[in-house]
């Protein structure tokens, strides 16, 4: 099967083991799984930002035919838990954000379900809302901590004395926008309750498209009062996530709660893309004032990130923008913070390298900024400022191979021919190159169990982890067969199950570090106990081992990105014509699926540059442009020429396995990467994201706008 050219050092090819049942549409996806008897939910929302429903009348919606139930919060039933307001579905008539769930028509048909819901009149109470975040920091929340369990502040010296003294200073503010997750597969799911016969013995199946069924049944047990055994959760297959399906959100309750209304016949729920921007969380908008302070030869004396972002009032959401800056580069003064705006918004949560990704791309603009302040390359100002050890928490580095990233990148990518800003032109476009460093934190969870069983001749590895698309049941399949010595196809791998062991979810670029390591663990049980030559039958399970040494380390993945920008001279259009990044990821497990991974997040990244904004109206606290037609995402005309390669150096100092995780370090430097690009193509630095043709147009100014004389736009 190794018929896949290698492209990396580390790391077998081999072909996706579900690539052929999703090719032939015969992998079941949740929404597809044949059920007796289905019926189907559409939704109702809030057409308010905030207030109360003073009255609903489904009296008409009712009384079509076809309609099988009707749940507002005047008949739903009661959730034993209500303190997560996310999760609190229907259970009071009060409206927190414009798209809530008011409550659900149930009907034989999706068509029939969403024609009775327009039937469903409301009257509202309506209050003010604020749903846009103010720039300034009047009225903001100092969270307790950010997410991930970080400080929410950091300080170290005196970051105020290096800013004054400072012979080279950047003091900008970057921001960011709210953005949305966008996985092809929408969020779905099929609930099917069982009353049972009596206390307690109520119990809930669900399919659905999820980063974690444990996950989903930790969280929902408690919500829905059963206890976590009588939920199973089954997700073979999924479509995308990008942190949107790691956790449960309120349509997992909605359609759980409307299953208790049907008699036992399942519920159907799949949301529409424009119900997506809506419910299943976003990257929260950030504003960033970055302060840099340097000596002349551009060594970094102060570092300060400060962050204002965005929460919604039912539910803390803090993102950890700032926590890369605290261990990126060396300088002994600095400090960080994150102030977060409660709005009247929906609820933000993960999208790829949530924290990491917007604050990455400030500081790394930041930084371009600043070698050109000191008259240094991009690159040199990051040697000279790469620390020996962790600033923030004084650790050595697990491994640390930045500078060689940007050594090969460099040579690869044709960096010395990079000009000065606007300097090159071919024809109509102004062409540039940018760079920008990457960074992922490399999570190893632990808590996951694994069990290998021989049955038939084959070693069955059983394990309730994930394969969201980016190739688990392949890598898994692979890490397993080499533990075992055995070829993949020896392998029976089987995921996607709550009736399988316990594991984490699939978050934090942490899979193949946690379930791999997990599965190494249960063969070396399995081989204790059983041998070279097991029996039929003979089992063996292990838990995620502990690695002793690993808390002496800081421990994080680095990357270097390079972006070719051209920015056409009179209509401000941006193509990026080349990027590479050049990762130090630790061990590579399957190089074709790996790369997809990294050229995927690199995607992103662009994306993220150039295009993804989510327009918040101020006036009713709807986004606008929410669907594919206004949202805008790169299609395969925006991606040019992208390469991911990655280096030689295993990271056993992280884990067992040697690898550190690839689902978000390509997305982290792209922004910035692009970013930079865009200006040394058109000498127009603009600082807050998406770079779109109005905003350059804008800043360069009408005078030289199409000139041909001008090296500028
Ligand atoms: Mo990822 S945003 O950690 O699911």
Request: aromatic share 6%; glycine share 10%.
């Amino acid at each position: 099967m190794t018929d896949l050219p290698a492209s990396g050092i580390h790391g077998h090819p081999h072909r996706r083991i579900d690539g052929r049942a999703k090719v032939l549409g015969t992998a079941t996806y949740a929404f597809e799984q044949d059920v007796d008897a289905a019926t189907y939910l559409y939704p109702l929302q809030a057409t308010i930002a905030r207030g109360r429903v003073r009255r609903i009348d489904t009296s008409a919606a009712e009384a079509l035919d076809g309609v099988v139930a009707v749940l507002t919060h005047l008949n739903a039933p009661r959730l034993a838990d209500t303190d997560d307001k996310e999760y609190a579905v229907c259970q009071s008539d009060e409206v927190a954000f414009r798209g809530q769930f008011i409550g659900a028509v149930v009907a034989e048909t999706q068509e029939v379900a969403r024609h009775a819901a327009s039937l469903v009149s409301v009257e509202y109470d309506e209050q003010p809302h604020q749903v846009v975040l103010p720039d300034d920091d009047k009225g903001l929340d100092d969270p307790d901590e950010v997410n991930a369990g970080y400080p929410s502040d950091t300080a170290q010296g005196d970051v105020g004395a290096a800013l004054a003294d400072a012979e080279r200073l950047v003091d900008e503010t970057y921001s960011t926008p709210m953005e949305h997750n966008n996985p092809m597969e929408p969020h779905t799911s099929v609930a099917i309750w069982s009353a049972g016969s009596g206390d307690g013995d109520a119990s809930l199946l669900l399919y659905d498209s999820t980063q974690g069924v444990h996950s989903v049944r930790r969280t929902l047990a408690p919500v829905l009062g059963l206890k976590p055994e009588r939920i199973r959760v089954v997700s073979p297959y999924v479509g995308g996530g990008f942190g949107s399906k790691g956790l449960p959100h309120a349509h997992n309750v909605l359609v759980a709660l409307a299953a208790q209304l049907t008699g036992g016949r399942p519920v159907k729920f799949a949301l529409t893309r424009q119900q997506m921007f809506t419910l299943v969380g976003y990257r929260t908008p950030t504003i960033q004032r970055i302060r840099l302070a340097a000596d002349g030869d551009g060594r970094l004396t102060g570092i300060c990130h400060d962050v204002i972002e965005q929460t919604s009032r039912i539910k803390e959401f803090a993102e950890q923008t700032a926590t890369a800056t605290r261990m990126m580069y060396a300088a002994p003064n600095r400090r960080t913070s994150h102030r977060l705006a409660r709005l009247d918004v929906p609820i933000p949560s993960w999208m790829r390298a949530p924290g990491e990704a917007p604050g990455m791309a400030g500081l790394e603009m930041a930084m371009d900024e600043l070698a050109e302040r000191c008259s240094l390359d991009p690159i040199e100002l990051r040697v000279r400022n790469e620390p020996d050890i962790d600033p923030d928490s004084g650790k050595r580095w697990s491994g640390r191979h930045l500078v060689e990233c940007f050594r090969t990148g460099a040579e690869r990518f044709g960096w010395a021919d990079r000009g000065e800003p606007g300097a090159r032109r071919d024809g109509d476009w102004l062409v540039g190159l940018g760079v920008a460093s990457s960074t992922y934190p490399a999570f190893t969870m632990r808590g996951s169990t694994a069990e290998i069983a021989y049955v038939d001749g084959r070693y069955v590895v059983r394990i309730g982890a994930s394969d969201i698309g980016t190739g688990t049941w392949t890598t898994l399949s692979q890490i397993a067969a080499e533990a075992l010595g055995v070829e993949v196809e020896g392998v029976r791998l089987e995921l996607g199950d709550t009736d399988l062991p316990m594991a984490t979810v699939e978050g934090g670029s942490s899979g193949m570090a946690s379930w791999g390591s997990t599965v190494v663990a249960a063969v070396d049980a399995f081989r204790d106990r059983h041998g070279k030559d097991p029996e039929e039958g003979a089992t063996a399970r292990a838990e995620t081992p502990e690695h002793a040494d690993r808390k002496k380390y800081a421990t994080h993945s680095f990357g270097a990105i390079f972006a070719e920008a051209a920015v056409h001279a009179d209509t401000g259009e941006v193509r990026v014509r080349r990027m590479l990044g050049v990762f130090d990821v630790g061990r590579i497990v399957n190089p074709p699926t790996a790369r997809s991974q990294l050229v995927g997040g690199m995607i992103f990244g662009l994306s993220m540059a150039l295009f993804e904004h989510s327009v918040m109206d101020a006036r009713t606290g709807h986004v606008v442009n929410h669907d594919f037609a206004e949202y805008h995402i790169p299609v395969n005309a925006d991606i040019a020429d992208l390469d991911a390669i990655w280096l030689d150096h295993e990271d056993t100092n992280a884990n067992s396995l040697g690898a550190k995780g690839i689902g978000e370090i390509g997305t982290v430097g792209s922004p910035a990467a692009v970013a930079n690009a865009v200006y040394n193509a058109s000498g127009v630095r603009i600082r807050d994201l998406p770079i779109t043709p109005d905003k350059l147009i804008a800043q360069s100014g009408s005078t030289k706008t199409g000139s041909p004389q001008s090296g500028h736009m």
